[in-house]
């Protein structure tokens, strides 16, 4: 699935795109989980900054 997503990234207007990935820790476990989000380009330092 995450290759049709990067292929999908690279045509058109979706070189303004970004799939970003964050490992975040879960308060009610502990364990880590990782977070997935396609982020258009000006934001990613917004998505890496965020707390959630």
Known sequence: MA???VATLK???GK???K???MVK???TGAYLF???IVHN???K???EKKS
Do not use: P
């Open 20 to 22: 970003c990935i964050k």
């Open 26 to 28: 879960s308060e009610k």
């Open 35 to 37: 977070k997935e989000e």
């Open 3 to 5: 290759k049709k997503v």
């Open 46 to 48: 917004d998505f890496f």
């Open 11 to 13: 045509i058109g207007s």
């Open 16 to 18: 303004d795109f970004t």
């Open 42 to 44: 000006s934001h990613i």
